[in-house]
């Protein structure tokens, strides 16, 4: 299985005018629904937990994922998902978020990925994998 999409400046982790946010799973490339898609299909087999967070239900995730950046191999890396569809009632915003982990996070900030292409995977084993750089959709 695979997503893709380009990366924007707060993807890329560079300062914007609003704050650093998440990576959020957008409707670009998704072959289904926005709002149940990443969690229900790709991210399906990953042990969902019910949190509540600034008074909202939410679900969060830990994933493994394997990270290349722009050719450098950041190994597998811990990192959370959270899901909740009421972020789409805030102008239809994606309802999948993932919080990079530190080290990823700093490389993204030291060395600019906008507009470059994301790509996860999910191979048949259920092992996933982020690769951002120059790749094709």
Not at 79 to 86: A, C, F, G, I, P
Not at 118 to 126: E, P, Q, R, S, Y
Request: hydrophobic share 30%; glycine share 6%.
């Amino acid at each position: 299985m695979k997503w893709s999409k380009k990366m924007s400046p707060s993807d890329a982790q560079q300062e914007t005018k609003g704050s650093l946010m998440p990576f959020r799973f957008t409707q670009e490339n998704c072959p289904g629904d926005l709002n149940t898609w990443f969690r229900d299909k790709f991210f399906n087999g990953l042990e969902w937990k019910d949190k509540t967070r600034r008074n909202t239900q939410i679900e969060e995730a830990d994933i493994k994922i394997s990270v290349r950046i722009q050719g450098k191999d950041l190994g597998q890396r811990d990192m959370r998902l959270t899901h909740t569809e009421s972020r789409k009632k805030n102008h239809n915003a994606p309802s999948t978020h993932l919080i990079f982990d530190k080290v990823t996070r700093k490389y993204l900030k030291d060395n600019d990925t906008t507009g470059e292409q994301i790509v996860f995977t999910k191979d048949l084993a259920g092992l996933f994998n982020l690769d951002i750089g120059d790749n094709e959709p």
